[in-house]
């Protein structure tokens, strides 16, 4: 049984979730993960140019079952800080491949050992700065059709809440649209210490109100 919490990040591309997971991970001591683990990486630009759904659909499921094998062995040395898990694989795959993939995450909770966190982080921004930040962004790195097309071109916000209905989990958003990153730790501290008082775990991490 894991003796520490475990916090996954979710949003779309753009809307400054992993600035706040790394900030957050550091600040608390949690161990941070991407949501490739180092095994994979190198996988990554040849499944992305299949330019195939289903395969990077795929490709990101295998990713879930291999971090959550990870997850749970560090769970018992400290927090974890996940960015990105299955729940952006199936709100940014069911509108990519056009189909319910819903019935996916009970299959994943099938297996026991599946590990599924105790609170989900959801870091939105308003839709004009986030397609500024990723047109920035495109300017270094190219876009990705997996990826950051998903957040300016589709409805993921309605996406994300259909999948997060399907699970018993707090959801904590965060909207960093008017807020700089010790804004937005600040307040995700003061909501997680709310949450703290009805699951034990989160609240032994002690966690610091700040102004």
Not at 101 to 121: A, C, G, T, Y
Not at 143 to 165: A, C, H, P, T
Request: charged share 20%; hydrophobic share 40%; glycine share 2%.
């Amino acid at each position: 049984m894991k003796q520490f919490p475990f916090l996954v990040f979710e949003g779309l591309d753009g809307a400054g979730k992993t600035t706040l997971a790394e900030l957050f991970a550091k600040r608390q001591n949690f161990s941070y993960y991407s949501s490739i683990p180092p095994e994979l990486i190198s996988l990554r630009e040849q499944i992305a140019a299949t330019h195939s759904p289903i395969t990077t659909f795929h490709f990101y499921t295998l990713c879930n079952l291999m971090r959550s094998h990870e997850y749970a062995l560090k769970l018992n040395y400290s927090g974890v800080v996940a960015d990105r898990y299955v729940f952006s694989t199936l709100a940014y795959h069911s509108l990519l491949m056009k189909q319910d993939l819903s019935l996916h995450l009970p299959i994943l909770q099938s297996e026991q050992k599946f590990l599924l966190p105790d609170v989900i982080v959801y870091v939105t921004d308003s839709q004009p700065v986030i397609c500024q930040r990723i047109a920035m962004r495109s300017q270094e790195v190219p876009m990705q059709w997996y990826g950051d097309k998903v957040s300016i071109e589709y409805n993921l916000i309605e996406s994300y809440k259909r999948i997060f209905s399907l699970v018993d989990i707090p959801v904590v958003e965060i909207d960093t649209t008017n807020s700089d990153p010790e804004q937005a730790y600040s307040t995700l501290c003061y909501e997680l210490h709310i949450i703290g008082q009805n699951i034990p775990i989160i609240q032994s991490t002690d966690f610091a109100l700040t102004s």
